[in-house]
């Protein structure tokens, strides 16, 4: 039994869905403060097997150690976490409290029940502003925000656990930005008010809930002045989770890119959901956002190596897959 902390959420109903048609079984854990239950009924119903949904909250110490006994679990994916880069600077104890010890208590709870294996979702956004690219795991770390030091911290403590007790198996998986969604339209990422990310921003535009996209910039040293990100698809991101927790076979601290290695620009994402949503995406030119980077993208080879993992989906069927779900439930889950 593995179970997914934060499961409810965009990528934890994902990862659920990987893990369930595989032939795992799961158990999902959310306090629901970011995601909607109607996930993961849709998840079941998607793929045809059940599996168990907890609302408890990864702080409780005594509410994960009862799940995890009583369910009989062997290994946790981690995802469970407040994620909103500026929110972070401006509420950043919160962020600490609920990333940082919300993680400590779960590790206190995996200890006692004897758990050892642990798959961590990490950021790319650990690397700060780019030395050089394309970032590879050896890359210097620096975060720039509160959001980002909770995902290095963590990276962190975990290396010290390993250091402690050499039998845990850890999994730390440094996400570049996961767009797109299930290809059935029924599970996909459902932002709570107007979205900070661009993916997301740019279906809103298309289906005319937002008037027009602000471009934060368009004077970066990039070939058409607009930054240039490493999207992966989410079902790529959480195919990876599954290969690496079959990878944990031996204990040790494992630290992997989950990303395409490509990198597109701003106005890319823009033409290409517009070909395949055939809606205009209207935009206007803005400042930069601040903490903004020009480029980022990663280095896979690692994942591709250790895993025999790789992305498959291209930016083409990450914005067609994205639309499929923002046409089929423009309220998100609230209309379910
Ligand atoms: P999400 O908000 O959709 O999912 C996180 C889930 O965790 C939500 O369902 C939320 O309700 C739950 N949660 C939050 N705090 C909790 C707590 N204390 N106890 C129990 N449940 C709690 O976000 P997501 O995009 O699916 O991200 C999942 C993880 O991946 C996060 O840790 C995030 O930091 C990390 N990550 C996300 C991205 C991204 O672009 N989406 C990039 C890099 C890393
Ligand atoms: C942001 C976070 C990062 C987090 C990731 C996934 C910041 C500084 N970084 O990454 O920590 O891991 O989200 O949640 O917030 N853009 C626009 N207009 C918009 C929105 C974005 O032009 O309305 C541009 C940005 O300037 C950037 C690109 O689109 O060049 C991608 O932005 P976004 O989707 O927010 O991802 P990141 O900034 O890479």
Redesign the pocket.
Known sequence: MILV????????SHVCMALLDAGLDVVA???????NQASLQRVQSLCGRSLVFRH????NEEAIYDILRACGVSAVI??????AVGDSSVRPMTYYE??VL?TMRLISAMRKAHVKTLVF?????VYGVPTYLPLDEQHPLGPTNP?GRT?LFIEEMLKDLYRSDDEWRLGIL?????VGAHESGLIG??PVGVPN?LVPFVAQVAIGKQEKLKICGNDYDTPDGTGIRDYIHVVDLASGHLSVLSHLKQPGVLTLNLGTGNGNSVLEVIRTFEAVSGRPIPYEIGERRAGDVAICYADPTLAGETLGWQSTRSLAQMCADHWRWQLNNPCGYRGT
């Open positions: 902390t934060g499961g409810a959420g965009y990528i934890g854990l959310d306090n629901l403060s970011n995601s408890a909250d990864i702080r981690h995802l469970a976490g407040l994620k609920n990333n919300g979702s990490s950021s790319a956004t959001y995902k440094r996400y570049f930005n996961p990422e459902d990310n």
